[in-house]
C-alpha cells in the first residue's frame, strides 16, 4: 500500500496559499517600480525644465519657477508614495515568509511521517520474513523427521524380513 499522508489537503491549501501570497508580493513590487519610474520621469521633466530655463526669456522666469515648485511638490507627493509602496511591500513579504514557514512546517511534517511509514513498512516485512522463515523451518524438520520415520519403518521391515527368514 503506497504512502498517504493525511494531511495532504491542508497542505496543498497551504501551497495555494502561499502562492497567492506570492502574487501579492509581485503586485507589491509592480507599484513599487511603478512609482520609482514615475520619480524617474518627474526627475527627468525637473532636468529638461531647467535646461529649458536657461534657453528662455527672463521673462519665462516665473512661469518656470512655478512649475519647478509644481514638479517639486510633485516628486515629495511621489516619494512619501514609495515609502508606502516599500511599506506595503514589506508586510507582503512577512506575509509570505510565514506562509512559506507554515508550508515548510508541514512538509517536514509529511516528510517525518514518510520515514516513519517506511520504517513500519521495513519492520512488517521483517516480521513476514520471519514467518516464512520459521515456517521454513517447521515444513524442513516435520520433513525430516517424516523421512527419519519413514526411514525407521523401512529399516524395522527389512529388520522383520531378514528375521522371518
Given at each position: ?26 503586485k507589491a513590487q509592480a507599484e513599487v517600480d511603478r ?21 528662455s526669456d527672463p521673462m519665462m522666469y516665473d512661469g ?34 510565514e506562509r512559506e514557514k507554515e508550508v515548510n512546517v ?60
Amino acid at each position: 500500500m503506497p504512502f498517504r499522508y493525511r494531511l495532504q489537503k491542508f497542505l496543498e491549501i497551504r501551497i495555494r496559499k502561499k502562492e497567492e501570497q506570492l502574487q501579492e508580493v509581485i503586485k507589491a513590487q509592480a507599484e513599487v517600480d511603478r512609482i520609482e519610474l514615475l520619480i524617474i520621469k518627474n526627475n527627468r521633466e525637473i532636468q529638461d525644465t531647467r535646461v529649458n530655463m536657461r534657453k528662455s526669456d527672463p521673462m519665462m522666469y516665473d512661469g518656470f519657477d512655478k512649475f519647478l515648485k509644481h514638479l517639486y511638490q510633485k516628486g515629495e507627493k511621489l516619494e512619501e508614495e514609495r515609502q508606502e509602496a516599500l511599506k506595503a511591500l514589506e508586510i507582503e513579504k512577512e506575509k509570505l515568509r510565514e506562509r512559506e514557514k507554515e508550508v515548510n512546517v508541514l512538509e517536514k511534517h509529511k516528510e517525518h511521517k514518510r520515514e516513519e511509514y517506511l520504517q513500519e513498512q521495513k519492520a512488517l516485512e521483517l516480521k513476514q520474513l520471519n514467518e516464512i522463515g520459521a515456517q521454513k523451518h517447521f515444513a524442513k524438520t516435520r520433513e525430516a523427521k517424516e523421512e527419519e520415520a519413514l526411514e525407521e519403518l523401512i529399516q524395522e521391515k527389512n529388520d522383520y524380513r531378514k528375521h522371518r527368514k
